[in-house]
């Protein structure tokens, strides 16, 4: 089995900052890409960022500046460094893998539980 757990999130002021990190454990072979999607109340969960683990990153354009999107392959951990944050970043954050975990096997896509992320005054 395979357990994706998110820390971080929390309460903070608009301009404020926050990290979330984001653990994998389990039997795991390898990981490909690790990644950041989010879900505002009443809206679709989205791409946020996502990082291979060649190290090439891609960010929603919402967030491209304030945060940034890394990984310690040795730990298969993944963070994001959340600056200058407004209320719209107000969402609960999921952590997103996709692994191997053997491997000839195939690639599996994870998800952590949700992390709460409110920007507010």
């Known amino acids: 089995q395979v357990q994706l757990v998110e820390s971080g999130g929390g309460l903070v002021q608009p301009g404020g900052s926050l990290r979330l990190s984001c653990t994998a454990s389990?039997?795991?072979?390898?990981?490909?890409?690790m990644g950041w999607y989010r879900q505002a109340p009443g809206k679709q969960r989205e791409l946020v960022a996502g990082?291979?683990?060649?190290?090439?990153?891609n960010y929603a354009d919402s967030v491209k500046g304030r945060f940034t999107i890394s990984r310690d392959n040795a730990k298969n951990t993944v963070y994001l460094q959340m600056n200058s944050l407004k209320s719209e970043d107000t969402a609960v954050y999921y952590c997103?893998?996709?692994?191997?975990?053997?491997?000839?096997?195939?690639?599996?896509?994870?998800w952590g539980q949700g992390t709460q992320v409110t920007v507010s005054l």
């Open positions: 997103n893998a996709n692994l191997k975990r053997l491997a000839a096997g195939p690639n599996y896509t994870y």
């Open positions: 389990g039997s795991i072979f390898s990981i490909y890409a």
């Open positions: 990082i291979t683990s060649g190290g090439s990153i």
